[in-house]
């Protein structure tokens, strides 16, 4: 029984040489890809670039959207605070309203003269 040969050094060149001419014989083997293919391949690759396009672009525009809301939210609560502060302030009276008020306690008090 004959024992394990370990392989030389040109026998490993062989044996790879070998395997790159099985590998250069398989891609020439190969038949070309039918341009019809070609362009189908390329349409489907420009109809999946044109959703995903829209895609982020509707993702954008939503985004947008909750932001306008939100500050549209934050404007009106703000607004709302403004209001509750300036009805808790008490009520400066102009000049007129004081004249006209003190001109009808004037009044009530003549009349009950």
Do not use: C, N
């Amino acid at each position: 029984m004959a024992g394990f040969k370990v392989p030389s050094f040109q026998d490993r060149m062989t044996a790879a040489a070998d395997a790159k001419q099985r590998a250069l014989a398989k891609l020439k083997a190969k038949p070309a890809v039918d341009p019809a293919v070609l362009a189908e391949r390329a349409a489907a690759r420009a109809a999946k670039e044109a959703a995903e396009a829209e895609k982020r672009e509707e993702k954008k525009r939503a985004k947008a959207e909750a932001e306008e809301a939100k500050r549209i939210a934050v404007e009106e609560a703000a607004a709302a605070a403004l209001a509750a502060e300036i009805a808790k302030r008490p009520k400066v009276r102009t000049a007129a309203e004081m004249k006209a008020a003190r001109d009808a306690r004037y009044a009530a008090r003549k009349a009950r003269m």
